[in-house]
């Protein structure tokens, strides 16, 4: 049978990133198979997705969990290509450390080897996180992809989601090592702080840590400055990595770079309504993130369509319309 351009497997279908990635696929004219967690009283509402422009003949639904890896062979039979979004998180630490870290190491390795195991995988293109390039001793304000963070620092400092940045930078070595030793094709990408619209009914942590003063809370990070790309940024450059003939190890993909004084005014200016208290912002920062460039994307061809302003007032105007604001 006919698949247009072939069948791809996105991990983690119901999240911000993985439900984005969906649906560009299907614009795409791509066949997608999607693992969800189980849901053994079948009381999830997956309409969001189902609804989809193409779902119907071309979304296919795969139960699968990170704690068992073999859950994810199914959903994998047959793909060409996976992108793997799926990733736990605890951010309110209810979990040991080593607990989260095992977690999400299995699960990515589990499901690389399911994909060695279907031989019909051609590549894997596995989402990490910014906190795994800048949380190092030395304070460089530029970094590409060659910087790893530091498991020990972030031990040591235990910053916000600590525990979730070291999942993320050791998951991503052990990914791109089981790649190079088993002779699969594995590449990352690397978002930072991900804005923009959403299709998954919850509040994306990322799009309500980015907007935590319009939210009226402290930002959690405590950054004097964010780095940020637009969801739909993300999702093409992960089909962009799927279909590049020849890509190479870790991609950094951050367009932007501001300070969270220069968001509180934009936004200020453009939503009066919500009083935006730019002395609080000011008060609140500390942390300075560096700017990760993505030259390395860029280089290998990809363009970035969407602007800043763009990233947060389609934030907005989502969660406006979604009624989270």
């Known amino acids: 049978m006919e698949e247009g351009k072939g069948r791809v497997c996105v991990t983690g279908g119901t999240g911000f990133i993985g439900s984005w990635i969906i649906k560009r696929l299907l614009q795409d004219g791509y066949t997608v198979n999607t693992t969800v967690r189980p849901d053994p009283d079948g009381k999830r509402d997956m309409s969001f997705l189902t609804n989809l422009p193409g779902a119907s003949e071309k979304l296919k639904f795969f139960s699968a969990d990170l704690s068992n890896p073999e859950s994810f062979s199914e959903a994998i039979e047959g793909c060409f290509g996976v992108l793997h979004t799926a990733t736990p998180i605890d951010l309110q630490l209810n979990e040991p450390e080593e607990v989260v870290t095992k977690r999400s190491i299995d699960g990515a390795l589990g499901i690389l080897k399911a994909c060695l195991n279907s031989k019909t995988v051609k590549r894997v293109v596995y989402t990490s996180s910014a906190s795994a390039v800048y949380w190092q001793q030395k304070e460089d304000d530029v970094m590409d992809e060659s910087y790893w963070s530091d ?158 302003e763009e990233m947060f007032v389609d934030a907005i105007e989502c969660c406006k319309e979604k009624g989270h604001l």
């Open 151 to 308: 498991e020990n620092l972030l031990r040591d400092l235990k910053p916000f989601a600590w525990s979730y940045s070291i999942s993320k930078t050791m998951a991503e070595k052990a990914v791109l090592e089981f790649g190079e030793k088993h002779g699969l094709d594995v590449v990352t990408l690397i978002p930072t702080f991900v804005l923009g619209p959403f299709i998954c009914p919850k509040l994306p942590g990322s799009v309500y840590t980015t907007l935590s003063f319009i939210f009226g809370e402290k930002n959690p990070f405590g950054a004097s400055r964010l780095h940020m790309v637009h969801v739909d940024d993300i999702a093409r450059a992960h089909i962009f990595l799927l279909q590049h003939p020849n890509p190479k190890g870790r991609y950094n993909c951050s367009p932007f770079i501001a300070d969270v004084e220069e968001i509180a005014e934009l936004l200020s200016a453009k939503y009066p309504n919500f009083q935006i208290s730019i002395d609080e912002v000011k008060k609140s920062n500390d942390v300075k993130l560096p700017h990760l460039i993505s030259k390395k994307l860029m280089d290998a061809g990809f363009e970035f369509k969407h602007g800043m």
